[in-house]
């Protein structure tokens, strides 16, 4: 027999061994020895002063629980039809496992490097401020997504199944907690591992993955792509060709406007970096003085308001984390956010950035078409870049400056590697941006007391939280102008995290082999 159990715990009653038993023990008027319990879902309600552990589990009574495999069926694809994915991200990635599941080749070309390689150039970028257009925080292999914080959150449900993807990372190395919490991680320590053991995978069961090997032209005939030019010099015939390039490659949307090729702006959001000390987001979210309890995770926080018309909200928010330059080009600034597993550093930072209407709030840029959010972007990140100091140090201000419009004499301690530079935020950014972020973050002050705070610091630019251009495609996942070309993930416009990003990547690859 299998009964389904919901279970609270107290913070006192987490600390003490064996008591999800006992609780079972006496909801079910059973002996602890005659049932065992798996836990499915595991939560914190830290709502109120009693902060709750919510279990969701199931007893199993009179007999053993089924041992989880987390099995795939990755055939031998070396003598295959092929499939070319542009993009080794988590879209290219999944597109690639689940081409091995149907019996086919992946070729996977990525203009970046392999893991291990790829950390000389991000040490490079946070020490000697040097950009590599190709390797960085964005590009080479697992994509923007292998060192971040791993967040598995998605709304993205009717897509896809959640489930396949993060048994998937399950057995490629991830830690089955993924499969419990309600709001699951990795870390950016253990990603760059289960990155790799995908890659391995891949070559083991026949497919290919190509590094250093960026995509620089398409030959397109008849309204369909025929092949794909590497590196400026090589070419290579494709049949079908899924394009998972992300939403930073802003080389392949200049390459297909050039060509003519159907794009659509996007609406996106913009804005900056906040960073506190993590013990101040803790003593708010926990209702703690002090250090928070052992068994609680660094404190997260969810905020949105309404300025005008247009939602100001937290985006990718870090517990535990630090700040990264993400910079794929020189002469910009941009700044992400990411975390270890165990999310213990000393600060936490979030987004907080402004939904941009791309229809109506950037009207100078119209004469860019297409590409105006895109051109948009470049715009701020090159202001940043020169009120940074000409490198890699990011323009910054405190929070209570920042919104009382005050120069800022100092600034807090940083986990940003490159270093901040002291500078105007409020008279730099346009009104759009900066007008609403300084409301939105008055507002933050009255829902989290505590969290107005000179202490914290913005720091600029936070601009690539989606892609600012739409791929167009069809009901067949497939370009409407150019056959055999499959635009995916967030670079297309259809993801926005690791999961969507996956389950868009399978959904392609299915979709590209229908007719091959």
Excluded at 40 to 61: E, Q, W
Excluded at 129 to 143: I, K, L, P, R
Excluded at 367 to 389: C, D, I, P, V, W
């Amino acid at each position: 027999m299998i009964k389904t159990l919901q279970i609270r715990l107290s913070l006192e009653e987490e600390a003490q061994e064996g008591i999800l038993k006992k609780k079972a023990a006496k909801y079910l008027g059973l002996e602890e020895q005659t049932f065992f319990l798996k836990i499915l879902r595991k939560s914190i309600d830290a709502r109120k002063p009693r902060i709750v552990f919510n279990y969701k589990l199931l007893a199993y009574v009179n007999e053993a629980i089924p041992k989880d495999s987390y099995t795939f069926d990755y055939k031998d694809v070396s003598k295959s039809k092929k499939v070319h994915i542009i993009g080794f991200g988590p879209a290219g990635m999944w597109a690639a496992l689940r081409c091995l599941e149907l019996g086919y080749k992946p070729i996977v070309l990525e203009r970046g490097k392999n893991v291990q390689e790829r950390r000389r150039d991000l040490k490079a970028i946070n020490q000697d401020h040097t950009v590599n257009e190709d390797s960085n925080y964005c590009f080479g292999e697992g994509g923007a997504g292998t060192y971040s914080d791993g967040k598995l959150y998605t709304r993205s449900l009717k897509r896809g199944d959640v489930r396949r993807v993060f048994e998937s990372l399950v057995y490629h190395g991830a830690t089955e907690e993924i499969l419990v919490d309600a709001h699951p991680h990795i870390g950016t320590n253990k990603l760059p591992k289960i990155v790799q053991h995908i890659r391995e995978t891949i070559i083991e069961r026949g497919g290919e993955v190509h590094f250093n090997t960026k995509v620089t032209d398409f030959t397109i005939r008849n309204n369909t792509i025929k092949s794909i030019v590497l590196n400026e010099t090589d070419e290579m015939q494709v049949d079908r060709v899924i394009l998972a390039t992300g939403h930073s490659a802003r080389d392949i949307f200049y390459l297909l406007n050039d060509k003519k090729i159907a794009l659509k702006a996007k609406s996106f959001a913009m804005g900056v970096r906040v960073e506190h000390p993590q013990h101040i987001i803790d003593a708010i979210q926990y209702h703690c003085k002090g250090e928070r309890d052992e068994l609680l995770p660094a404190a997260a926080y969810s905020l949105v308001h309404q300025v005008k018309n247009r939602g100001v909200y937290s985006f990718c928010m870090c517990p535990g984390g630090f700040i990264v330059p993400a910079a794929t080009a020189p002469g910009e600034v941009v700044v992400n956010g990411m975390s270890p597993s165990k999310r213990n550093n000393r600060y936490a930072n979030s987004g907080i950035v402004v939904e941009i209407n791309v229809d109506e709030d950037i009207t100078k840029f119209e004469k860019f078409g297409a590409l105006k959010g895109l051109e948009y972007q470049k715009n701020l990140e090159r202001l940043a870049f020169t009120s940074g100091g000409r490198s890699q140090t990011a323009p910054a201000q405190r929070l209570t400056d920042f919104v009382e419009g005050t120069i800022s004499k100092d600034l807090n301690p940083t986990s940003y590697q490159p270093g901040l530079n002291s500078a105007p935020m409020h008279s730099l950014l346009p009104k759009l941006i900066g007008g609403r972020l300084r409301q939105g973050f008055a507002e933050f002050g009255k829902k989290m007391k505590g969290y107005y705070t000179a202490e914290a610091n913005i720091i600029g630019v936070e601009s690539r939280t989606s892609s600012p251009i739409t791929i167009p495609r069809n009901e067949q996942l497939e370009h409407p102008e150019i056959r055999g070309l499959f635009p995916c993930g967030e670079g297309g416009g259809y993801a926005g995290g690791i999961v969507s990003a996956a389950m868009d990547g399978e959904r392609c690859a299915e979709a590209a082999i229908a007719d091959l």
